[in-house]
């Protein structure tokens, strides 16, 4: 592939404690760049030593906000192979929320070829420990120095990577949500269903209040009627009310997960009732105090299965499964990071080695 490599002559020492790893506080070595400019459109994709970006003070993106990314994870199993799980659908993704945010599509079977060689020459940073993975940034802004509300006509594509532990401080333990009623976060029509900044700043206030009150994350509800449930903060979210898994169905305004996506398909591989379907915060009450709601969880890369052992809703504390992590959660937790880290088998063709 047309991919130019500049290895760094100054290698940064690994961490000394991958148990202290946290999320998103160390850096590899390198980095891709590539870029875009009308007329030519992308080109000069190369992997350089980490370092900082120069960036015009009127770069768009600093004044409009016009960026996308993604997230993703390369996993090292017990016999030392390195595995991405579903990566394709990731740069799908980004060329969808590109679509919306009137960025370039990039070419996808491309993007995931210099990722694997930008992982290869970074290797030594793919943690060794249970639960610790690395975690992957791909990235797109708009550069023109320009003022003046428009889509960009220069653009940088850049991926790096992280060594992380994992997400949460509770790591699979229950966590507590706080049922957000104040503010919105999207609405159909707007850009809830890309993965944009401007979702996650949107999000900032009350995730900050929820702090505050001692909570891990907010449950958003529409932002119409104030109602039915959307997603977590950073997660896909899913009930289990009797014999049926419920999550909220993508009607516009929410971010089609691919864990989430992942496992629907692996309910419905068991023949496990599955619905994507509205359902609102007074269902889940209902069901509480019916004694029916049975498991709570979300569901996303960073975290993959995060049970919810809390619902705040109003003055109503909802305690799920005794706060603790429920039978389905864990198997599926357990049955997605064996296939991430190789330790069951693939029988979905998910992974792919690096």
């Not at 504390?317 to 599926?332: K, P």
């Not at 357990?334 to 088998?345: A, P, V």
Request: a negative charge; glycine letters at 10%; hydrophobic letters at 35%.
């Amino acid at each position: 592939m047309d991919l130019s490599i500049e290895k760094s002559a100054n290698l940064k020492p690994l961490p000394a404690d991958e148990s202290k790893l946290g999320f998103g506080n160390y850096f590899t070595d390198h980095m891709f760049i590539m870029e875009y400019d009308e007329g030519t459109g992308w080109h000069d994709g190369r992997i350089v030593p980490y370092g900082p970006i120069s960036l015009d003070p009127a770069a768009m993106v600093l004044h409009y906000g016009q960026e996308v990314f993604e997230g993703l994870k390369a996993y090292r199993s017990k016999d030392d192979v390195i595995r991405l799980f579903r990566p394709k659908e990731n740069f799908k993704r980004l060329n969808r929320s590109n679509e919306r945010i009137c960025i370039p599509p990039v070419d996808e079977e491309y993007a995931l070829g210099a990722l694997k060689e930008l992982i290869r020459l970074d290797s030594r940073w793919v943690p060794r420990s249970e639960g610790c993975s690395l975690y992957i940034r791909p990235f797109i802004f708009s550069v023109d120095p320009h003022i003046g509300v428009r889509a960009g006509s220069r653009y940088l594509f850049i991926m790096i990577l992280s060594p992380v532990g994992a997400y949460y401080p509770e790591g699979l333990n229950p966590v507590k949500i706080y049922v957000e009623t104040n503010y919105v976060r999207a609405v159909k029509g707007g850009i809830g269903t890309a993965k944009t900044g401007g979702n996650y700043a949107s999000s900032l206030k009350a995730q900050d209040e929820a702090k505050e009150r001692d909570f891990t994350q907010v449950l958003w509800l529409d932002g119409v009627e104030r109602k039915y449930i959307e997603e977590v903060g950073t997660m896909n979210v899913f009930f289990v009310i009797g014999d049926e898994v419920i999550t909220p169905s993508l009607d516009g305004s929410i971010l089609a997960g691919i864990t989430r996506k992942s496992v629907i398909e692996l309910l419905n591989d068991r023949r496990i009732k599955v619905s994507e379907r509205k359902i609102s915060i007074e269902e889940i009450i209902s069901a509480h105090e019916s004694g029916e709601l049975k498991e709570a969880f979300g569901t996303g890369t960073a975290a993959v299965i995060s049970p919810i052992g809390l619902l705040r809703a109003g003055d109503k504390d909802i305690v799920i499964g005794g706060n603790r992590i429920g039978e389905l959660s864990q198997n599926l937790y357990d049955t997605l990071t064996g296939i991430q880290w190789g330790t069951t088998g693939d029988i979905f063709g998910w992974t792919e080695t690096v």
